[in-house]
């Protein structure tokens, strides 16, 4: 049946190309073996807040099993593979930071609601060998995911929308682990997982036809080779 559906997409793929001068870049499907495949350590940050249920975040190890195995298909054909080297608590900081970016009254837009998340989950000592990730209960958006490039580079990812809708979506995280492997939005279609503007946060499930383009594959694997030395 995946042979048939891979199959399927491809010839759609071939009609929209005929109809649109844009070209979608694609390849075909490259089967990485165990000795090429690149792994990057992940630890998890469980942010536990003190008065803001919102934030604090349960992961158990089942289901963070559950997630890494549905992050780890989806980047299968990069040959890029994502594990979890520890799972930590992290005290929350700044809540009331988070606490006025939710509040009914907040004129903060989007954008900055967004920053305050990297105030919140402030990691000490933070490792540079492993992808640091800060798992939170609700953003102070309703965004999937953010990640934070700078001194102190984070991915910040809720277990649930702030509408409690579609808990636990491997491929908003499969998304930001994209980002801090240095690659961007793109203008491809939506079955693309570097698209953005929300396609993976509408994702029912289908997970193994999210692609990556030729491109994006060769940039990951480029810095993720980092992790693999």
């Known amino acids: 049946m995946r042979i048939l559906a891979f199959l ?10 005929t109809n649109n001068p844009q070209v ?9 073996n165990d000795d090429n495949f690149k792994s990057v350590p992940v630890r998890i940050h469980l ?11 349960d992961l158990s190890q089942s289901e963070a099993s559950h997630v890494f195995k549905i992050v780890n298909l989806i ?6 593979n994502f594990e979890v080297e520890s799972i930590v ?11 006025a970016a939710t509040s009914r009254n907040s004129r903060l837009n989007s954008s900055q609601k967004m920053k305050v998340m990297k105030n919140v989950c402030d990691i000490p000592n933070q490792s ?13 958006n309703n965004s999937g995911g953010v990640f934070f490039n700078s001194s102190k580079p984070k991915v910040v990812w809720p277990i649930a929308l702030r509408n409690g809708k579609k808990p636990l979506n491997p491929a908003t995280l499969a998304h930001e682990f994209g980002h801090f ?6 203008t491809e279609k939506d079955i693309f ?10 994702r029912n499930k289908q997970f193994n036809m999210i692609r990556l383009t030729e491109s994006e594959i060769i940039k990951a694997r480029t810095i993720a080779t980092k992790f693999s030395q």
């Open 181 to 186: 492997l240095g690659l961007r939005h793109n």
């Open 89 to 99: 608590n992290l005290k929350a900081s700044n809540e009331s930071q988070y606490v």
């Open 24 to 32: 979608i870049e694609t390849i075909d499907p490259v089967i990485f």
């Open 193 to 202: 997982l570097m698209k953005g503007r929300g396609n993976n946060m509408r």
């Open 75 to 80: 980047w299968k054909q990069a040959g890029i």
């Open 47 to 57: 942010l536990k807040a003190q008065s803001t249920p919102n934030l604090s975040a």
């Open 8 to 17: 399927f997409t491809v010839l759609v793929s071939a009609c929209n190309a």
């Open 128 to 140: 540079k060998g492993v992808l640091n990730l800060c798992v939170v209960g609700k953003m102070s």
